[in-house]
């Protein structure tokens, strides 16, 4: 995938910019959407929650991005009963694998957030993206904290992080976790050996204090180009012990 610059990306206030990125998605394979959500259906109505921030704004300069991805089986082991994750986690409205946490802006040592946008997002703008991210509070939540940062368009930022999954082929993580001695290092492996363009030290692998995956922490420079993530995104140490559950 060409890389794509900040003037594009962020931002896309010209209607030029968008053409950039629809040209763009249209040059990706569009197989890897569909690789970890199984039998997911968009929804046809919406209602999304009022966002309330947790911090002050925060206004810097960007220096790069995260695209976070959550493992669903080990997100959704305590929460199968909770109504507020009934889509994601029941089974009813699809079977979920790596779905997208997030995609944020990063500058140095610190990130921008929760900057003043000028609307809210569309319910259908949200639900575009609910099979590659099947919650939509997270979804606004994610716009209203880390888009509004890139993007005055919510549409925009949405569409971008299509654009950057249908980039990526996920590896099969269901036969990962029955590897003996699985560790951080092969997770890493075996996303890069699905995506030969990608350096293992742009591959954060965020485990939790049982050495279960959690998250895949993808690193991309402005232009989106995969560099290597600093200590905290890059997570877990090559031959930290893993485990993946299966959510069985």
Known sequence: MPGLGLAELTI???PSHVAVLLFAAALLPSAPLAAQHYQCDL?????????????????????????????????????????RHARQCSGREGMFGLVVHGLWPESGR????????????????????????????????????????????????????????????IPDFDRVSRED??????????????????????????LNARGWLEELRL???????????????FGAREEAAAKIWRGL
């Open 43 to 83: 929804p046809t109505s919406l209602r999304l929650p009022q966002v309330t921030p947790d911090a002050p704004p925060r206004r810097l300069p960007i220096t790069g991005y995260t695209l976070a991805l959550s493992w669903s089986p080990e997100f959704c082991k305590p929460r199968k009963g909770q109504r």
């Open 219 to 233: 690193c991309y420079d402005k232009r989106f180009m995969p560099v290597a993530c600093d200590k905290a995104r």
């Open 12 to 14: 896309m206030r010209r």
């Open 110 to 169: 610190s990130w921008p957030q929760w900057c003043p946008a000028p609307r809210d997002p569309l319910p259908r703008e949200v639900a575009a993206n609910m099979c590659i991210s099947p919650s939509a509070a997270l979804l606004a939540r994610q716009w209203a904290k880390h888009g509004a940062c890139m993007t005055k368009r919510p549409a925009t930022y949405f569409k971008v992080t299509r654009i950057l999954w249908r980039g990526l082929r």
């Open 181 to 206: 001695g699985l560790t951080a290092g092969t997770i890493r492996t075996r996303f890069t050996d699905a995506n030969p363009d990608w350096p293992r030290e742009a591959v954060g692998v965020k």
